[in-house]
């Protein structure tokens, strides 16, 4: 009786199996990364950008580009944040609910700001503001992710969005 794998599945053999690919067909359509290889990165080896971006394409699976650059690259994992793939209306309702907080929020900076100084008692007010700028730079990229992957799946027409 063969011994059951009990290994959590990565990210890129889950994004393989849900593209329904076995290796060797995945193998066909990525032409330069073998069914042994893809076996390798499946069971924990690093890939490289370029793997990871031709595994996303063909997986039409965009969210392999964020994971691996937020996780596995060393710049990434000090500058990219995470961004999960989320509903529209999650996505705008975050959006939404950021802007109404800068919006309220946005005499202050300018306060803060002014001078070109923060002060200590400033502080945490401009820290406050900053992590409220994040959370919509947060929502822009899981916008963005979002376009990526109905265009992926053929449910966007790409050349409307080729402005961006």
Known sequence: MPKKDDKPKNIYLRCREEARLSREAAAELLQYISADRIYR????????PEEVLTMARCYHSPTL??????????????????VRMKELSQITLEML?????LNRDKERLIEICADGVITD???PDFLSIQDS?????????ALRLWVDKM???GKLDPTLAQGR
């Open 65 to 82: 580009c964020n994971y691996y650059c937020a996780n596995e690259c060393q710049i990434g994992q000090e500058y990219v944040p995470e």
């Open 121 to 123: 008692d400033e502080m």
């Open 97 to 101: 609910a950021t802007l109404n907080s």
């Open 41 to 48: 990165i499946e069971r924990g080896a690093l890939p490289s």
């Open 151 to 153: 265009i992926a799946e």
């Open 133 to 141: 700028l994040e959370k919509m730079s947060l929502a822009v990229s």
